[in-house]
């Protein structure tokens, strides 16, 4: 049997350059009664740990290093006895959070995770961090895409460490080339498909955001 996804949504705060905001995150749950991975395990742990129900969890993978989806990866992991995983262009995020500190494992792009007989395939997608980095599963037809594309365009690119000419060529390059019907879960906010936003593109860019 294949992997089965489950959405959390979890509460709590956004802060960057000096601002915070309200903000409701999308917590992905993947694999079976046994085994998971759980992917951006923002705020309120316990109910994430609730949500996990003593499976095992065989890695913490972050799409970014922003602090609504890392400031409790670290509590919520070691409560589960799992490694946390980031890629390594967003270390200075992470260290804003955890100082002197890294991830314990690192992210690269084309690195593969496997669970209940399915592969997650890192895709690395700089823009909204430089660091961002989505999974695909092909066998579930499902892109798990952080801040990275949205129901409705990309992600935001008006802050430190972003680029929306950047974030423009990674969707161009590395999301918008995967099949149309393609199940895109992401970090806020109501899923979509790769088939629903790619003929929104030329809109996106003309709008500068």
């Keep these: 049997m294949s992997a089965q ?3 959390i949504v979890t509460s709590g705060t956004f802060s960057l350059d000096g601002g915070t905001w309200d ?15 759980v992917i951006d395990p923002a705020h309120e742990p316990e109910k994430i740990r609730a949500a996990v ?17 890392i400031r409790y990866a670290r509590e919520f992991a070691d409560s589960v006895n799992a490694p946390v995983f980031l890629n390594p262009a967003d270390q200075m995020l992470w260290e804003a959070i ?13 690195d593969t995770f496997e669970v209940a007989g399915t592969t997650l395939v890192a895709l690395h997608t700089p823009g909204h961090s430089p660091g961002s980095t989505c999974f695909y599963v092909e066998s579930l037809g499902t892109l798990f895409s952080g801040d990275t594309l949205f129901n409705g ?57």
């Design 53 to 69: 129900a003593g499976r095992a969890v065989k890695a913490v993978l972050l799409t970014h290093g922003h602090d609504d989806h």
């Design 98 to 110: 955890f100082p002197g500190t890294t991830a314990d494992q690192t992210i690269n792009d084309g």
């Design 153 to 209: 365009g990309p992600g935001a690119t008006g802050r430190s460490y972003s680029s929306f000419e950047t974030i423009v060529d990674s969707i161009r390059e590395r999301l918008l080339s995967l099949p149309g019907e393609t199940v895109v879960n992401t970090g806020h906010g109501d899923a979509t498909s790769i088939g629903a936003e790619a003929p929104n593109l030329d809109e996106w860019i003309k709008r500068g955001h």
């Design 23 to 37: 903000v409701d995150n999308n917590v992905w749950i993947i694999g079976d009664d046994s085994e998971v991975f």
């Design 5 to 7: 996804i489950q959405n």
